[in-house]
């Protein structure tokens, strides 16, 4: 994975990024390694003691989170939407709620899950 893809994957700005797999590599938990198929790019890695590392950590709050929600009828998530619009600021509407399905997602995962 890429520094550039760690910062989209995580919504985080790719120097805040850079700054933390600086010091996870310093503690040897990740490896820089230039790719094999782009000369230009970065692949970053865990090592094997980042591996056992992250085997020993509770899930992330947020991945629970979105979890539970997915579990949730189709129903009861169109009103949590509803809801969490209210609260959202101005201008955020065009985006679809994390754990809406955007209008092809359904037929590419076989189906909704209500």
Excluded: N, W, Y
């Excluded at 490896?31 to 094997?48: F, G, I, N, P, V």
């Excluded at 989170?65 to 959202?88: F, M």
């Amino acid at each position: 994975m890429s520094l550039s893809e760690v910062s989209e994957r995580t919504a985080t700005d790719q120097s805040s990024v850079s700054v933390v797999v600086r010091k996870l590599e310093e503690k040897g938990l990740v490896q820089k390694r230039t790719s094999s198929k782009d000369a230009r790019r970065l692949e970053l890695s865990l090592t094997a003691r980042g591996k056992r590392l992250s085997e020993k950590t509770p899930p992330a709050v947020q991945d629970l989170l979105i979890q539970s929600i997915a579990s949730l009828p189709i129903h009861d998530r169109g009103l949590l939407a509803g809801l969490l619009d209210r609260i959202t600021p101005p201008g955020s509407e065009d985006q679809p709620m994390f754990f809406e399905e955007s209008p092809g997602d359904a037929s590419k995962k076989g189906g909704s899950h209500d």
